[in-house]
């Protein structure tokens, strides 16, 4: 088993490998605005450090969100398009679920605030509980400005770049700031484990909805882009 994880939703364009029983590469690029130019190349760089090649990509899990357009759409379409191409099967996980994933293998435990950047002066967020055996999701995401966000959410500690986004309205920020390709890839793993085990020990895909979230994208609210109102002018001369 070869699963290839992606997502797009943060700052970080990252990829992950995962063999069935760990993670075996990732590779991750900073940039907020240059999703297509980066994530293909970083595909193949992760294939390329354990010397595999595409066709050796058995699954594809892309993170869906939530996440600005343009960005998110980059990581979906290039995860359908490689699993097409392959005759692979394609899931997708909601990305603030990796953030908080990654805070729980730190060590974090109890209440969690994943709060990203959404841009314009906005979070997207959602509330979860790091108990002894996993994160749980508490609440489901929202794009919202970080004060307006209840006060019992703002009190906890809040991993992503809310938090040093707006600091006064976030004031506990702790680990990590976006999400890994690796622990996308981990967490995938998790949960095929938790609800579709094997009598042989490999990993299985389920249905959307035991344990993934489908594809749909949670964009949250509208693109800023829009097609323009047709004009009224007369094209006759």
């Known amino acids: 088993m070869l699963l290839l994880a992606i997502d797009t939703s943060t700052t970080a364009i990252t990829v992950g490998l995962h063999d069935g029983a760990s993670v075996v590469a990732e590779s991750t690029t900073l940039d907020a605005r240059a999703h297509a130019e980066h994530l293909a190349p970083n595909i193949r760089a992760a294939l390329a450090s354990v010397g595999a090649e595409p066709g050796d990509v058995t699954d594809v899990v892309v993170g869906i969100g939530p996440g600005p357009f343009t960005g998110l759409r980059v990581g979906i379409v290039t995860g359908r398009t490689f699993a097409f191409a392959l005759g692979l099967p394609v899931r997708g996980l909601t990305s603030l679920d990796a953030v908080a994933h990654e805070a729980w293998l ?30 749980e999701r508490v609440s489901e995401p929202v794009v919202a400005r970080a004060a307006d966000l209840p006060a019992e959410l703002r009190a ?82």
Do not use: C, I, M, N
């Open 106 to 135: 730190g060590g974090r435990r109890g209440d969690l605030l994943v709060a990203t950047d959404a841009r314009r002066k906005e979070v997207y967020a959602a509330a979860y509980v790091l108990g002894d055996t996993r994160a």
């Open 156 to 237: 906890y500690p809040a991993a992503g770049r809310g938090p040093s986004l707006y600091a006064d309205a976030l004031p506990t920020a702790v680990s990590p700031l976006d999400v890994s390709g690796g622990v996308l890839a981990d967490l995938a793993a998790r949960r095929l484990r938790e609800t579709a085990p094997a009598p042989t020990g490999q990993l299985q895909w389920v249905e959307p909805g035991h344990g993934f979230d489908g594809l749909e994208p949670l964009y949250l609210r509208r693109p800023d882009a829009a097609p323009a109102p047709p004009s009224t002018k007369s094209t006759l001369g």
